[in-house]
């Protein structure tokens, strides 16, 4: 599985969990630490870390183990590292003001669901 396939698996579990505003971003022209950012919001502590997870275990059965994690205990912005995809569930106020859209603003975006 390619870090395109796992950044949009990432987001479809979100979106499964009722997150909102799903964003994936292509950052592998923008920096080196990365390929992709997936970006979401949920709307308490209980659906981010369940959100987290419900993306651990789907990636852990397809043998992709996660390198870190942080925030998961306060769950106002919980960080996943997979090395080639990061995702970053936000609680909406935390998203607001760290704006990660706008700092990546110039990676091009997915378009990750069937529909779009």
């Given at each position: 599985m390619n870090s395109?396939?796992?950044?949009?698996?990432?987001?479809k579990i979100a979106e499964d969990?009722?997150?909102?505003?799903i964003l994936i971003f292509d950052v592998r022209?923008?920096?080196?630490?990365?390929?992709?950012f997936v970006i979401c919001s949920g709307s308490n502590k209980r659906q981010l870390q369940s959100?987290?997870?419900?993306?651990?275990?789907k990636l852990h059965s397809y043998g992709i183990h996660m390198v870190g994690m942080e925030g998961y205990e306060d769950?106002?912005?919980i960080?996943?590292?997979?090395g080639d995809v990061i995702i970053h569930l936000f609680d909406k106020e935390k998203r607001r003001f760290y704006d990660l859209e706008l700092l990546w603003g110039d990676a091009p975006k997915i378009h990750w669901k069937s529909n779009a």
């Amino acid at each position: 599985m390619n870090s395109k396939e796992t950044a949009t698996i990432c987001a479809k579990i979100a979106e499964d969990k009722k997150a909102e505003d799903i964003l994936i971003f292509d950052v592998r022209e923008v920096t080196f630490i990365t390929d992709f950012f997936v970006i979401c919001s949920g709307s308490n502590k209980r659906q981010l870390q369940s959100i987290a997870r419900d993306i651990e275990l789907k990636l852990h059965s397809y043998g992709i183990h996660m390198v870190g994690m942080e925030g998961y205990e306060d769950a106002l912005w919980i960080l996943m590292d997979y090395g080639d995809v990061i995702i970053h569930l936000f609680d909406k106020e935390k998203r607001r003001f760290y704006d990660l859209e706008l700092l990546w603003g110039d990676a091009p975006k997915i378009h990750w669901k069937s529909n779009a």
